[in-house]
């Protein structure tokens, strides 16, 4: 698997975006959804609804990350 990135549309909220992720990532990201009973799309759509400042693609990384693994203690 590479780190390029793939960019696919979806919508949320009714409006079509544009997201790049790394392949490994979309998988992932498909997984959970898949895990929850949810669209991708839905899932997006939470993940954007809870972002606060950061971007999508880099709030999703995220979601993906904390969903694999609980966040490390701080030092």
Do not use: C, Q, Y
Request: positive net charge; aromatic residues 2%; without cysteine.
């Amino acid at each position: 698997m590479t780190a390029t990135l793939v960019k696919r549309s979806i919508s949320i909220a009714g409006h079509r975006t544009s997201v790049s992720l790394e392949e490994a990532f979309w998988l992932r990201l498909r997984a959970i959804a898949a895990e929850r009973g949810l669209p991708v799309a839905a899932l997006v759509a939470e993940i954007d609804a809870t972002r606060g400042a950061s971007n999508l693609s880099s709030a999703i990384r995220v979601r993906v990350l904390e969903t694999l693994a609980p966040a490390a203690p701080e030092s």
